[in-house]
């Protein structure tokens, strides 16, 4: 058998610096107060579903937090190939992770694959603008003082666009909606400091692999506190975490379906425009 020519895609991340970062904050005591925000939202969402879900479970990196917060649930980490059984849940919790995925989409469909006809997936990741002014400071301050650019937030996807991997995942009755959570800091190291906790830093593959010049860093805290000063403390920075939450169901015999193009017996005008008698 011949060699597959095609090249390899290109890896986001780093998965081996991945799980040592959220090692290293695990064992300082990890921050999960993302993940407290996107439970509460979840809980709510539940709330507005006429169903008791007895057969959930969570991809996350941060099993420790959803393993206690949901403990009937079956928790697993956010692997390339996740140890969940096909057809085995009702509900599939997909848990501040998928930004890190290689392949987001190939972790939607292995968790629609889970899922009992009718079962319900949500997934919760950060996107949009979320450390957007960090990603600017930190591009600016690197390109003027070196000349080069590298790697060190990662890319955050839009509402519009991670709404649509979920009907690429085999999943029915889409829908996609954002929740916005204003984060203040003392400054850039402060930051800094949060994201470690998190176990949410630079783990790109092709980030920078040597230490960040103090210049390159003095400089991007100086742009942040100018472009992101916060309104009501000029000293301190002001960003906003945009979590996108993705809600879709496994296809069953019974969920609506849209009518099929010409099938309607009504046109739209008159409907919109009913005539008085």
């Known amino acids: 058998m011949s060699p597959d020519p095609r090249p390899a895609p290109p890896r986001l991340t780093d998965r081996a610096a991945l799980v040592r970062q959220r090692a290293r904050a695990d064992r300082q005591g990890?921050?999960?107060?993302?993940?407290?925000?996107?439970?509460?939202?979840?809980?709510?969402?539940?709330?507005?579903?006429?169903?008791?879900?007895?057969?959930p479970a969570v991809v996350t990196g941060a099993v420790d937090f959803w393993a206690g917060a949901m403990p009937a649930a079956r928790v697993v980490p956010d692997d390339t190939v996740l140890a969940?059984?096909?057809?085995?849940?009702?509900?599939?919790?997909?848990?501040?992770?998928l930004h890190w995925?290689?392949?987001?989409?190939?972790?939607?469909?292995?968790?629609?694959?889970?899922?009992?006809p009718d079962g319900?997936?949500?997934?919760?990741?950060?996107?949009?603008?979320?450390?957007?002014?960090?990603?600017?400071?930190?591009?600016?301050?690197?390109?003027?003082l070196t000349g080069g650019l590298s790697p060190r937030v990662a890319p955050m996807g839009e509402i519009r666009d991670m709404g649509a991997l979920l009907a690429r995942g085999g999943l029915a009755l889409p829908v996609a909606d954002?929740?916005?959570?204003?984060?203040?800091?003392?400054?850039?190291?402060?930051?800094?400091r949060d994201l470690r906790a998190m176990g949410e830093t630079n783990a790109l593959d092709r980030r920078l692999r040597r230490?960040?010049?103090?210049?390159?860093?003095?400089?991007?805290?100086e742009?942040?506190?100018?472009?992101?000063?916060?309104?009501?403390?000029?000293?301190?920075?002001?960003?906003?975490?945009?979590?996108?939450?993705?809600?879709?169901?496994?296809?069953?015999?019974?969920?609506?379906?849209?009518l099929r193009p010409g099938?309607?017996?009504v046109r739209l005008a008159d409907a919109l425009n009913p005539r008085t008698p």
């Open 84 to 97: 969940l059984e096909p057809g085995a849940h009702d509900l599939v919790i997909h848990a501040m992770a």
């Open 211 to 221: 230490p960040t010049r103090r210049s390159v860093l003095s400089a991007a805290a």
């Open 30 to 55: 990890r921050e999960h107060w993302p993940h407290a925000l996107v439970l509460g939202e979840i809980e709510d969402r539940l709330g507005e579903v006429n169903r008791v879900f007895t057969s």
């Open 101 to 116: 995925a290689d392949d987001p989409v190939g972790q939607i469909v292995q968790c629609a694959r889970a899922l009992r």
């Open 263 to 265: 099938s309607a017996q």
């Open 223 to 258: 742009i942040l506190a100018r472009d992101a000063a916060d309104p009501q403390e000029p000293d301190r920075i002001l960003l906003g975490l945009d979590l996108i939450f993705l809600t879709g169901w496994a296809p069953a015999d019974n969920q609506p379906r849209p």
């Open 120 to 144: 319900l997936f949500i997934a919760a990741l950060p996107g949009g603008r979320t450390l957007a002014p960090l990603r600017r400071a930190l591009a600016e301050a690197e390109t003027a």
């Open 178 to 192: 954002q929740v916005t959570q204003a984060v203040s800091y003392t400054g850039l190291m402060a930051l800094a």
